[in-house]
């Protein structure tokens, strides 16, 4: 069982930048694909941001390639999303994800433990 925290959100304006930090339990943490999906009101759950196990492959959604970076820290079993020149529409509560694999996926089926979510909010 994995048990996955997020911290970071918050109320920032347009342009600013936030770190969110998703740590996880569990002895296997860095052989588990992570991944960071988010959430606005009224839409569906959607892919932001994955990293593959064990190695530093990435990928990202059309929407925030070139402006976040997803990394981990596997000495601390903690995964990162660092969000740069937010825009309004990154308004959404951001999910921690971790995947019983090492191979990354963009669709939240394939996806074992998520956190509880962290609120981040962009003001224009």
């Known amino acids: 069982q994995v048990q996955l925290v997020e911290s970071g959100g918050g109320l920032v304006q347009a342009g600013d930048s936030l770190r969110l930090s998703c740590a996880a339990s569990?002895?296997?943490?860095?052989?588990?694909?992570m991944g960071w999906f988010r959430q606005a009101p009224g839409k569906e759950r959607e892919f932001v941001a994955a990293?593959?196990?064990?190695?530093?492959?990435?990928r990202y959604s059309d929407s925030v390639k070139g402006r976040f970076t997803i990394s981990r820290d596997n000495a601390k079993n903690t995964v990162y999303l660092q969000m740069n020149s937010l825009k309004s529409e990154d308004t959404a509560v951001y999910y921690c994800?971790?995947?019983?694999?090492?191979?990354?996926?963009?669709?939240?089926?394939?996806?074992?433990?998520w956190g509880q979510g962290t609120q981040v909010t962009v003001s224009s």
């Open positions: 569990g002895r296997t943490f860095s052989s588990y694909a």
């Open positions: 994800a971790a995947r019983e694999h090492w191979s990354i996926t963009v669709v939240t089926t394939g996806y074992n433990y």
């Open positions: 990293i593959r196990g064990s190695l530093d492959i990435t």
